[in-house]
Antibody
Framework: QVQLVESGGDVVQPGRSLRLSCAAAGFTFSRYGLHWVRQAPGKGLEFVAVISYDGRNEYYADSVKGRFTISRDNSKNTLYLQMNSLRAEDTAVYYC??????????????WGQGTMVTVSS | DIQMTQSPSSLSAPVGDRVTITCRASQGISNYLAWYQQKPGKVPKLLIYAASTLQSGVPSRFSGSGSGTDFTLTISRLQPEDVATYYCQKYNSAPPITFGPGTKVDIK
């Protein structure tokens, strides 16, 4: 079964760091670009970051550029999001999602269940 | 960056009604447009990609159309299980992908 399972969400203080993980199963992980998308409470969907199938290309939303780093380990079928210098406005459910065609600009056909990140003092 | 807008922001319609949601891109995006359904408390689900291609398993009452800057999502006969927020998303050329603000659909 094709699935993505996020983990690592937590309650953290402003300025602290957190690393999210997304474990994949049921598809050839190394062939697809992967996204992080977040949703603040009661708000819409927001692109966070994307990484190409081979890990050589990364793109970030302006709101997280310089603070967040996306990476992947194709040997472990796992996607990561390292989040540094967290701010209250980073509070959201974070979803990992798989692109339908495998490129970095893509429709997203498989989504994880999401992991909640709360930034609060 | 290309901006996406949606209208209306919310709507309420009786079961069985035809419902149309509009999505507009600030620049032409050809047909690189997807639609998602997010039911309350649930994960977004891909309904349509390439503006009009129905994702596998999606009921045929959902359809999409448009190209360039103007797109529509139509539910031909609204069902109670269609209560959700619907998002459009562009995925043309360079990153980032961009989502519209969403349209909340309720039953009257």
């Amino acid at each position: 079964q094709v699935q993505l399972v996020e983990s690592g969400g937590d309650v953290v203080q402003p300025g602290r760091s957190l690393r999210l993980s997304c474990a994949a199963a049921g598809f050839t992980f190394s062939r697809y670009g992967l996204h992080w998308v977040r949703q603040a409470p009661g708000k819409g969907l927001e692109f966070v970051a994307v990484i190409s199938y081979d890990g050589r290309n990364e793109y970030y939303a302006d709101s997280v550029k310089g603070r967040f780093t996306i990476s992947r380990d194709n040997s472990k079928n796992t996607l990561y999001l390292q989040m540094n210098s967290l701010r209250a406005e980073d509070t959201a459910v974070y979803y990992c999602a798989k692109g339908i065609f495998g490129v970095v600009v893509d429709a997203l056909d498989i989504w994880g269940q999401g992991t909640m990140v709360t930034v609060s003092s | 960056d290309i901006q996406m807008t949606q209208s209306p922001s919310s709507l309420s319609a009786p079961v069985g009604d035809r419902v149309t949601i509009t999505c507009r891109a600030s620049q032409g995006i050809s047909n690189y447009l997807a639609w998602y359904q997010q039911k309350p408390g649930k994960v977004p689900k891909l309904l349509i990609y390439a503006a009009s291609t129905l994702q596998s398993g999606v009921p045929s009452r959902f359809s999409g159309s448009g190209s360039g800057t103007d797109f529509t999502l139509t539910i031909s006969r609204l069902q109670p299980e269609d209560v959700a927020t619907y998002y459009c998303q562009k995925y043309n050329s360079a990153p980032p992908i961009t989502f519209g603000p969403g349209t909340k659909v309720d039953i009257k």
